[in-house]
């Protein structure tokens, strides 16, 4: 069965440091989301792709977040630099198309900046 | 008021009864989605509900789109389905975006 890809599952960090995280979609799936989950809050929506161009950031850092999705299929979210409340789960997600297509979530990565 | 509301927030019950979470929603919708989030890990996306009814295995998944309510069952409870369960749709006017439910946390004590 396809499943979205995420890498690293965990990562430890220095504040102030550069940290970059990486998601493979499924594939075929034009969608891809990148979303932040603070320990014990829901999902909050960074980034939304549509094949290589960005749908909607406007819930991204963007003095310090940066996302990419050169060739419309992989993914890389970087954070440069690190702060002690970016601590959190940052999850994957993709989808067919945008509208009424599921989302399938990839394992996340846990980031914890000391 | 919370655009999509879940009930209970927290559920504690013994192995092997019929487990109810409720959701309802006050915004237009393409989708509803149930999904599941064990402690310290990643989504599961459960359902996808646009009208009617889905079963797979224990779980049951029915939307009302007149009343805009949800309902999750689970069957036959089993300690491994402790985890949080988290109702989201799909809002028309949030270009698709998934708005999200609070969760629900389940406890199945055996």
């Known amino acids: 069965e396809a499943e979205v890809a995420q890498s690293p599952r965990y990562k430890i960090t220095e504040k102030s440091q550069a940290v970059a995280f990486w998601c493979d979609p499924i594939?075929?799936?034009?969608?891809l989301y990148w979303y932040r989950q603070i320990l014990g809050q829901g999902p909050e929506l960074l980034v939304q792709?549509?094949?290589?161009?960005?749908?909607?950031d406007s819930q991204l850092p963007k003095d310090r977040f940066s996302a990419e999705r050169l060739k419309g299929v992989d993914s890389t979210l970087k954070i440069q630099p690190a702060e002690l409340g970016d601590s959190a789960m940052y999850l994957c997600a993709s989808s067919r198309g945008r509208a009424r297509n599921e989302q399938y979530f990839g394992p996340g990565t846990r980031l914890t900046v000391t | 008021k919370n655009e999509v509301e879940q009930s209970p927030q927290n559920l504690t019950a013994q192995e092997g009864e019929f487990i109810t979470i409720n959701c309802s929603y006050s915004v237009g919708i393409s989708a509803l989605h149930w999904l599941q989030q064990h402690p310290g890990g990643g989504i599961v996306s459960l359902f996808m509900?646009?009208?009617?009814?889905k079963k797979h295995g224990r779980l049951i998944a029915t939307i009302n789109i007149q009343e805009k309510h949800s309902s999750l069952h689970i069957t036959a409870s089993h300690p491994r389905d402790s985890a949080v369960y988290i109702c989201a749709v799909s809002a028309t006017d949030s270009n698709y975006q998934l708005i999200w439910g609070a969760g629900t946390k389940l406890i199945i004590k055996p």
């Open positions: 594939s075929g799936h034009a969608t």
């Open positions: 792709f549509q094949d290589e161009s960005v749908v909607d």
């Open positions: 509900l646009s009208s009617g009814k």
